[in-house]
């Protein structure tokens, strides 16, 4: 891995940190951020020499991605945020990892739901809940980062 690929993945794994604060506090995640997030996903491509043919692969990888949880947006189940963060790191791997990222998310979005609304019971509020889905979305991410990315043998 070289210098550049190194720093590309601290910036991320920075933006990644930063959407869960502001989810968490705000429930939202801000568009330059997902923008910033895409943008480096590019800059990757060219740092880790991809070929076209598998740059093709995650541009598509990337747009399913967010055709499926623009579906999840439209019938009110995710924040725009949260769809736009999944597409944006969707740039950065290959078919494989984006289905474990998607995989890991799931999971972590469904226990965050049971805490949530284990909490919504133990206060006895009414009203809706906002799931904070950057948290699954930026923690199955640093997951797969660290487990894969990090961990991929270079000749």
Known sequence: MNAV??????LLAALL?????????????ANRLNLAVAALGIV?????GLGLAVIGLQVAGALAVLLLFGLAFALGA????????????ALWLPPLLLIKLLILMSIGGGLLTLVMIAVKIGRRSEGGIEIPYGVAISGAALMVMANDILTIPRP
């Open 17 to 29: 940190v930063t959407a869960v604060v502001t989810d968490l506090r705000a429930r939202t995640i």
């Open 44 to 48: 990757w491509w060219f740092a880790s």
């Open 5 to 10: 690929q190194i720093v590309l993945l601290a």
């Open 78 to 89: 995710m924040g725009g945020g949260d769809v736009k963060l999944i597409a944006a790191l």
